[in-house]
């Protein structure tokens, strides 16, 4: 099975930036959907971006105009940049990949990453 190994996580200012970067131990973007996750102290994980079967990028409603779902076909890695963080950014971020068959996205078969702190104060 694919493994994924985000990176990229730390400490930031209120109003700055972060990218953070996924890689996966094969290719996985044909037979892949592609997400970033989040998990704030106390809540639920959340999705921050996604993208869906048909490869357009989705955003949380918190994230939208600040954040940028990307991947990189030759290097087996996806990334978020996010902007304009704001403190309720602060969280573990993961990432995360659904089995992409016939252009659906099996939810089931999700594969996660270990997570990364991000902390924005």
């Known amino acids: 099975d694919v493994q994924l190994v985000e990176s990229g996580g730390g400490s930031v200012q209120a109003g700055g930036s972060l990218t953070l970067a996924c890689a996966a131990s094969r290719s996985i973007y044909y037979d892949y959907c592609m997400g970033w996750f989040r998990q704030a102290p106390g809540k639920e994980r959340e999705e921050v971006a996604r993208f869906d079967g048909d490869r357009n990028a989705d955003y949380a409603e918190s994230v939208k105009g600040r954040a940028s779902i990307s991947v990189d076909s030759t290097k087996n890695t996806f990334q978020l940049q996010m902007n304009s963080l704001k403190p309720e950014d602060t969280a573990v971020y993961y990432c995360?990949?659904?089995?992409?068959?016939?252009?659906?996205?099996?939810?089931?078969?999700?594969?996660w990453g270990q997570g990364t702190q991000v902390t924005v104060s």
């Open positions: 995360a990949a659904d089995r992409r068959v016939g252009g659906i996205c099996y939810e089931s078969s999700r594969v």
